[in-house]
Every structure is written in structure tokens, then in C-alpha cells.
């Protein structure tokens, strides 16, 4: 089967940017879940970063043309530009420890020629049963499902 | 020898006396990919021996997990077949698809 052609070198660039200034961040929410396995869609690829006013985070964007706007009263930090239309940006996740925390426990996977840190799916699963949200109780027999599959297939190979 | 595999003399001759045995949809199928047609046998088979272990896992999932949806499962082990990018991208372009309706 072809791969579908989204998700291309302009997006891998900006992780790759991001890795090479060593930004601390980490891929969450279903785009992390699909990597994963987990058949779940979605719109975005959220990122989840350590600190936002990392320099390298701003250098990064500047190399791929993208650039930040930071949070207003009514709207939450974003990132603009078409290298960068497909990351969301995340600032903390319901019912998780603090970033290092489960930095700590995320799996590293290779995308293109980047390694990111991606937050393993039983996070996922805890972070949207704490949310609670429509959305979130929809998915949530999706990932769990997923996550049964995951383990049964790693102990029968 | 015909006796015990239970194959009359008439089809026996029959099959000898044809070029080839195959059916003329995989000839062809070959030919067009410039490929021995025993090669596309194998692959076929290939595939369905790992699709039959992964229909055995999924009857495992479910056994051990009543409430888990079967499609849930199979797509999922579906999807772990693909390198991960490419679940990415599989499900960035539904999730875009769906925004457009």
C-alpha cells in the first residue's frame, strides 16, 4: 500500500530542527496514539513542550518559515505558517504528571531521520479519561481496544 | 499413485498435456510484472500465513478482552504492520477528510 502523501519533509524538517537544538519536547494526544498503532484520526500532531520560551523552539521555526504567536486572553499559543499548519501546540495534559515526568517514560520513535519522544499510549488513555470531554469518552474504547492488541501482539512475537 | 490421491486417469492426462497448470490470471499478472509466477504464489501465501497469525491474535485479544471491538482490534493490527509514519499519515488524512464534510 502507498503511503498517503501528508505528514511530508516539511513537517519532519521542523522535528528535526527541533532534535537537532535540543528543544525538549514530545509528540501527545491521537496523533501519538496512531504512531502507536492505536486507529485512531486525527487533525493535528500536538506537541507537548517543556518550556515555550526555549530559544532553539523559535530558532527552529524560523528555519522552516514558521513562526509563533503567543497566547492572548481568548486564544491559546499557536504556530502559523504552512511548514508548521499540521503541530499543536500543548501546554499540559489533564490527569498526567509534569512534563519531565513522563518524559521520562515516553517511547522514542523514528520518524524519517528524527528520533522524537512520543507519550506512550497508556498515558494517552489516562490523560483522556481525566479530560472526560464528549470527544475524549468516544475514543477512549478505541485506544483501550488498541492497547489490548498492542500487548497481546508483543507477546506472541 | 492417481488411485490414492483420488485423480482419474483422464484428468491426469489432461493436466499433462497443458502448458502450464496456473491459472491464466496469474500468468498474466506475472508476465505484466516480469516476475516467475511461483514467486507471486509464495508472496500470496506469505501474506495469507501472516494473516491467519494475525487473525489468531485477534481471536486471543478478544477472548482475553469480551468488550473490545473486533474491528478495533484488527485495524490495529493492521495498522502495526505499516512502518509509523505511515499510521501518521493515515490518520491525519482521515481526520482531515472527515473535517471537510
Known amino acids: 500500500m502507498a503511503a498517503p ?7 519532519r524538517k521542523f522535528l528535526q530542527e527541533l532534535v537537532r537544538r535540543d528543544v525538549e519536547f514530545m509528540i501527545v494526544g491521537l496523533s501519538a496514539a496512531a504512531l502507536q498503532g492505536a486507529p485512531a484520526v486525527t487533525q493535528d500532531v500536538d506537541l507537548w ?15 522552516v518559515g514558521g513562526v509563533y504567536i503567543p497566547p492572548t486572553g481568548s486564544t491559546p499559543p499557536m504556530f502559523a505558517g504552512q511548514s508548521v499548519a ?11 504528571g509534569d512534563f519531565q515526568e513522563e518524559m521520562e517514560n515516553a517511547l522514542d520513535f523514528r520518524i524519517g531521520r528524527v ?9 494517552i488513555i489516562a490523560s483522556k479519561r481525566a ?12 485506544l483501550e481496544d488498541a492497547a489490548a492488541t498492542i500487548r497481546e501482539r508483543g507477546s506472541d512475537s | ?26 500468468r498474466a499478472i506475472a508476465d505484466q510484472l516480469s516476475v516467475a509466477p511461483s514467486k507471486i504464489l509464495i508472496e500470496a501465501e506469505a501474506a495469507e500465513r501472516r ?9 486471543k485479544v478478544i477472548r482475553k478482552n469480551p468488550e473490545a471491538s473486533f474491528e478495533n482490534v484488527w485495524h490495529t493490527l493492521m495498522l502495526l504492520e ?17 473535517d471537510l464534510h
Open chain 1, 131 to 142: 479530560a472526560n470531554r464528549n470527544k475524549d469518552r468516544l475514543i477512549l474504547p478505541v
Open chain 2, 51 to 59: 494473516a491467519q497469525a494475525l487473525l489468531r491474535i485477534a481471536k
Open chain 1, 115 to 123: 528520533q522524537v519522544k512520543v507519550l506512550r499510549l497508556s498515558r
Open chain 1, 86 to 96: 499540521l503541530f499543536d501546540i500543548v501546554l499540559t495534559m489533564d490527569g498526567l
Open chain 1, 49 to 63: 513542550f517543556k518550556d515555550l520560551s526555549d530559544p532553539g523552539l523559535l530558532e527552529a521555526l524560523k528555519k
Open chain 1, 5 to 11: 502523501s501528508i505528514f511530508t519533509d516539511r513537517e
Open chain 2, 1 to 26: 499413485m492417481l488411485e490414492q490421491a483420488k485423480v482419474s486417469r483422464t484428468a491426469y492426462y489432461s493436466l499433462t498435456r497443458k502448458e502450464s497448470v496456473l491459472p491464466g490470471s496469474v
Open chain 2, 82 to 98: 505499516e512502518p509509523p509514519i505511515n499510521r501518521l499519515r493515515r490518520s491525519l488524512l482521515r481526520g482531515r477528510a472527515l
